[in-house]
């Protein structure tokens, strides 16, 4: 066993929060449940600035642009950027498209596409959610009908973050009805200014603005389908698993613990003495830093499995299951110390900590990203502890 | 980063839940169980053979001299066959407190013995224990409550209240539980858990019977506490990993309404919670072993994973009652050692809410 870092690993780090105190300045950070366009813009040239360094993808190989580190490096980098609340964006190039390419697609697509994922250049966003189909995925119906050196793409596609910012879609569509439900389905990539893609806003309770995406007969060349038809369910499931050490959310969630801690420690919000001289809070206190702390192990345990070359599954899920209910925990039990305080937006004078709890709140009701608690708990059963289906 | 286990400790792993699936049956657990002495003689010697009572005492003494993280694994075993004895309280805490705070002489009398199984000590706390001096030499008296294994001991350590001046550090004195004026009433507990309340009446101590300097124990006994309660965590994790092992198991071919109980997902999503908490546990555990070896104090780390600890225990016997039912609630069936058991340990050296007072304590609250 061993919880340290090496060397590099630390001198990585502190190179990285030199970086982000320089260029993230405290006004410039996100605040939860208050994405701004600007916030999201300024969160794009972080990302640019830190593939300047060839830190962006610090844990891919160099040939596609990387670091050439590894998993580790690139959990430092989500954890940091993650505290220092940069605002998110290309997490869905970086953690999940980037690598299937690598695994999955042909050098011609490695090429095309990991570079400027990179570099961060572009913005993806993630086709797999459908109107009619959530967890029960593999029952998905946007149709891909090949003709001629063509995919034909009808349907649409739901809750899709990051959609007025994207270049391109990841996304599963079915290519064979007529087969077994998960083994009709392909993998591609869809460039989202083809014609026939539109957008409907969906906008989000965190303040996001998500879309509906519909396909009207959109065509796709060939080269979009990453990896082999039919087999775009396993590939994707697979690829899934790659960056799920979940390490920023973890990070962005701590550091608003943190700092709800020191705001505990000071005078309370009605002059009073400091809420954590009260017994139940100071008990409330000590129960989410276990659990965070907690959370912090879980997401490094799946860092670590990669980086020794393990492909985490059930543990992912351990990690995100734990994280989406700590989340929770915390934003609950923070809303109930603070009480009627606790309900004050970013923007009124007397909110705490800048309305973060107000926010961190309405984001704690996302319960369902890359699979609901429920199917989490399912693929724990199933997969890790091998229970019958 | 490294949380994976060596390879030296997976073979330590295997070899340990080998030799106590053979020779710690749940037969032996319930017999030592119920003569009250939560003892099993035969077993203690050849535990003591195979020198895991000596896992991370120095080799100039006898022991292995092994890692924390190696009676880490040990006692993940050890709690996984509920294997009876004073292991944790005989081997852990008191040969660390003999270890830390006694001179040479003390500890060549003692430690040898330990780790042959030949002396078994224990520990005595309490505020109610009182050295004094008299007539030039020290007497002890007061009573301690909760003293596990007394009965057994060989030598008791009593962590006692020095002279009001020198309060509230501590002074640690070995006593011969023989001695005139040490009596012991057995505390009549959960799964006959052997422990005692003894009480000292002006027992006189001879000059090297002080273990370190007089009102200078207090750290000590803290960092042999540290060292035991990661042991004590590690027992619990063993449990529960055991538990969930038997559930999963149980699930899968118990068929009701038509279908193995473990098809349902109210079934399943009970073993993923409990499979959740024990891979929680197993992280702060290990973090606790391996800062402690790293020899930094880990205050926070131990607190976190005894705090955890309390509520795995909670969980796993929940889960274990609850997907058992009706079978579990017999004597016969074995899911009542695990959880008296869990109960046990979770009261022992500090329970979750002790601990998470701690832990606030150390957040400026």
Same mark, same amino acid.
């Given at each position: 066993?061993?919880?340290n870092f090496?060397?590099?690993?630390?001198?990585?780090?502190?190179?990285?929060?030199e970086?982000?105190?320089?260029?993230?300045?405290?006004?410039?950070?996100?605040?939860?449940?208050?994405?701004?366009?600007?916030?999201y813009?300024?969160?794009?040239?972080?990302?640019?600035?830190?593939?300047?360094?060839?830190?962006?993808?610090?844990?891919?190989?160099?040939?596609?642009?990387g670091?050439?580190?590894?998993?580790?490096?690139?959990g430092?980098?989500?954890?940091?950027?993650?505290?220092?609340?940069?605002?998110?964006?290309?997490?869905?190039?970086l953690?999940?498209?980037?690598?299937?390419?690598?695994?999955?697609?042909?050098?011609?697509?490695?090429?095309?596409?990991?570079?400027?994922?990179a570099?961060?250049e572009v913005?993806?966003?993630?086709?797999?959610?459908e109107? +009619?189909v $959530?967890?029960?995925?593999g029952?998905?119906? =946007?149709?891909? /009908? @090949?003709? %001629?050196?063509?995919?034909?793409l #009808?349907?649409?596609?739901m809750?899709t973050?990051?959609?007025?910012?994207?270049?391109?879609m990841?996304?599963?569509?079915?290519t064979?009805?007529?087969?077994?439900k998960?083994r009709?389905?392909?993998?591609?990539?869809?460039?989202?200014?083809?014609?026939?893609?539109?957008?409907?806003?969906?906008?989000?309770?965190?303040?996001?603005?998500?879309a509906?995406?519909?396909?009207?007969?959109?065509?796709l060349?060939?080269?979009?389908?990453?990896?082999?038809? +039919?087999? $775009?369910?396993?590939h994707?499931?697979?690829? =899934?698993?790659y /960056? @799920?050490? %979940?390490?920023?959310?973890?990070? #962005?969630?701590?550091?608003?613990?943190d700092d709800?801690?020191?705001f505990?420690n000071?005078?309370?919000?009605?002059?009073?003495?400091?809420?954590?001289e009260?017994?139940?809070?100071r008990?409330?206190?000590?129960?989410?830093?276990l659990?965070?702390e907690?959370?912090?192990?879980l997401c490094?345990?799946?860092?670590?499995?990669?980086?020794?070359?393990?492909?985490?599954?059930?543990?992912?899920?351990?990690?995100f299951?734990?994280?989406?209910?700590?989340?929770l925990?915390?934003?609950?039990?923070?809303?109930?110390? =603070?009480?009627?305080?606790?309900t004050l937006?970013?923007?009124?004078?007397?909110?705490?900590?800048?309305?973060?709890?107000?926010?961190?709140?309405?984001?704690?009701?996302?319960?369902h990203?890359?699979?609901?608690?429920?199917?989490?708990?399912?693929?724990?059963?199933?997969?890790?502890?091998g229970?019958?289906? | 980063?490294d949380?994976g286990l060596?390879?030296?400790?997976?073979?330590?792993?295997?070899?340990?839940?080998?030799f106590?699936?053979?020779?710690?049956?749940?037969?032996?657990?319930?017999?030592a169980?119920?003569?009250?002495?939560?003892?099993?003689?035969?077993?203690?010697r050849?535990?003591?053979?195979?020198?895991w009572?000596?896992i991370?005492?120095?080799?100039?003494?006898?022991?292995?001299?092994g890692s924390?993280?190696?009676?880490?694994?040990?006692?993940?075993?050890?709690?996984?066959?509920?294997?009876p004895?004073?292991?944790?309280t005989?081997?852990?805490?008191?040969?660390?407190?003999?270890?830390i705070?006694?001179?040479d002489?003390?500890?060549?009398?003692l430690?040898?013995?330990?780790?042959?199984?030949?002396v078994?000590l224990?520990l005595a706390?309490g505020?109610?224990?009182?050295?004094?001096s008299?007539?030039?030499g020290?007497?002890?008296?007061?009573?301690s409550?909760?003293?596990?294994?007394?009965?057994?001991?060989?030598?008791?350590?009593?962590?006692?209240?020095?002279?009001?001046?020198?309060w509230?550090?501590?002074?640690l004195?070995?006593?011969?539980?023989?001695?005139?004026?040490?009596?012991?009433?057995?505390?009549?507990?959960?799964?006959n858990?052997?422990?005692?309340?003894?009480?000292?009446?002006?027992?006189?101590?001879?000059?090297?019977?002080v273990?370190g300097?007089?009102?200078?124990?207090?750290?000590?006994?803290?960092?042999a506490?540290?060292?035991?309660?990661?042991?004590?965590?590690?027992?619990?994790?063993g449990?529960?990993?055991?538990v969930?092992e038997?559930?999963?198991?149980?699930?899968?071919?118990?068929?009701?309404?038509?279908?193995?109980i473990?098809?349902?997902q109210?079934?399943?999503?009970?073993?993923?919670?409990?499979?959740?908490?024990?891979?929680?546990?197993?992280?702060l555990?290990y973090?606790?072993?391996?800062?402690?070896?790293?020899?930094?104090?880990?205050?926070?780390?131990?607190?976190?994973?005894?705090?955890?600890?309390?509520?795995l225990?909670?969980?796993?016997?929940e889960?274990?009652?609850s997907?058992?039912?009706?079978?579990?609630?017999?004597?016969?069936?074995?899911?009542q050692?695990?959880?008296?058991?869990?109960k046990?340990?979770?009261?022992?050296l500090g329970?979750?809410e002790?601990?998470?007072?701690?832990l606030?304590a150390?957040?400026?609250?």
């Open positions: 066993m061993d919880f090496t060397l590099q690993q630390e001198k990585f780090r502190e190179e990285l929060r970086f982000l105190t320089a260029e993230v300045p405290v006004e410039k950070q996100e605040i939860f449940g208050l994405l701004t366009e600007e916030q813009q300024f969160g794009r040239e972080i990302n640019l600035k830190l593939a300047e360094r060839k830190w962006l993808a610090v844990g891919w190989p160099e040939e596609h642009g670091g050439g580190k590894g998993p580790i490096e690139q430092i980098l989500a954890e940091d950027m993650g505290y220092w609340r940069v605002p998110k964006s290309g997490s869905i190039g953690g999940i498209v980037g690598p299937a390419i690598m695994v999955f697609g042909t050098q011609d697509q490695k090429d095309r596409y990991l570079p400027a994922i570099k961060g913005e993806y966003c993630q086709g797999f959610s109107p +009619n $959530g967890s029960d995925l029952s998905l119906e =946007l149709r891909a /009908e @090949r003709d %001629g050196d063509e995919y034909v #009808n349907g649409s596609k809750f973050s990051y959609a007025y910012h994207a270049n391109y990841y996304l599963l569509a079915r064979d009805p007529q087969a077994q998960h009709g389905i392909s993998l591609f990539i869809a460039d989202l200014k083809t014609s026939g893609i539109s957008l409907t806003p969906l906008p989000y309770i965190n303040g996001e603005m998500a509906q995406t519909i396909f009207d007969n959109v065509r060349p060939l080269s979009c389908l990453i990896g082999e038809e +039919n087999r $775009g369910w396993y994707a499931m697979t690829t =899934l698993d /960056e @799920r050490s %979940g390490l920023w959310r973890y990070a #962005n969630v701590r550091r608003v613990f709800f801690v020191e505990c000071g005078s309370s919000p009605d002059g009073g003495q400091p809420l954590a009260h017994p139940l809070v008990h409330q206190l000590a129960q989410r830093r659990g965070m907690t959370w912090k192990l490094w345990n799946v860092a670590w499995m990669q980086s020794s070359g393990a492909v985490p599954n059930s543990e992912a899920s351990v990690a299951l734990y994280g989406s209910e700590e989340r925990r915390f934003a609950e039990m923070a809303m109930e110390v =603070l009480g009627p305080y606790a937006r970013n923007g009124s004078p007397m909110a705490p900590l800048l309305g973060n709890i107000e926010g961190i709140h309405r984001e704690a009701m996302h319960l990203g890359a699979g609901t608690t429920e199917i989490h708990r399912n693929i724990i059963a199933q997969r890790g502890l229970m019958p289906r | 980063m949380f060596t390879e030296q400790e997976e073979i330590l792993r295997r070899s340990a839940r080998e106590l699936e053979a020779e710690c049956p749940t037969s032996l657990v319930r017999q169980e119920e003569s009250g002495e939560g003892h099993a003689r035969e077993l203690w050849k535990i003591a053979g195979l020198g009572l000596g991370s005492l120095p080799e100039q003494f006898g022991g292995t001299g924390l993280t190696d009676q880490t694994v040990l006692f993940e075993e050890i709690g996984r066959a509920l294997t004895g004073p292991l944790l005989s081997s852990v805490l008191a040969a660390q407190i003999v270890l705070a006694g001179n002489d003390q500890k060549t009398a430690i040898p013995g330990v780790i042959s199984g030949e078994i224990t706390r505020d109610r224990l009182e050295t004094a008299r007539d030039g020290l007497t002890l008296s007061g009573d409550l909760f003293v596990p294994y007394a009965g057994l001991a060989t030598n008791i350590i009593c962590a006692t209240r020095p002279a009001i001046r020198a509230p550090d501590t002074t004195v070995l006593v011969d539980p023989k001695a005139a004026g040490v009596t012991m009433t057995s505390m009549e507990s959960i799964a858990y052997p422990q005692f309340l003894v009480d000292f009446d002006d027992v006189p101590l001879t000059d090297d019977s273990l300097q007089t009102a200078e124990g207090m750290q000590a006994l803290d960092l506490v540290r060292r035991a309660t990661v042991a004590q965590c590690a027992e619990t994790l449990r529960a990993q055991k969930l038997m559930v999963v198991e149980y699930a899968g071919r118990r068929v009701a309404f038509g279908r193995p473990g098809t349902f109210a079934v399943q999503h009970r073993c993923a919670d409990l499979r959740v908490a024990v891979d929680g546990g197993r992280m555990t973090q606790a072993a391996w800062k402690l070896d790293q020899g930094l104090t880990a205050d926070d780390e131990v607190s976190m994973a005894k705090a955890q600890a309390g509520m225990s909670r969980l796993a016997t889960a274990g009652h997907i058992f039912a009706g079978i579990s609630f017999t004597v016969e069936h074995d899911m050692l695990y959880s008296a058991r869990a046990i340990s979770e009261a022992n329970d979750t002790y601990h998470l007072d701690r606030a150390q957040m400026g609250s």
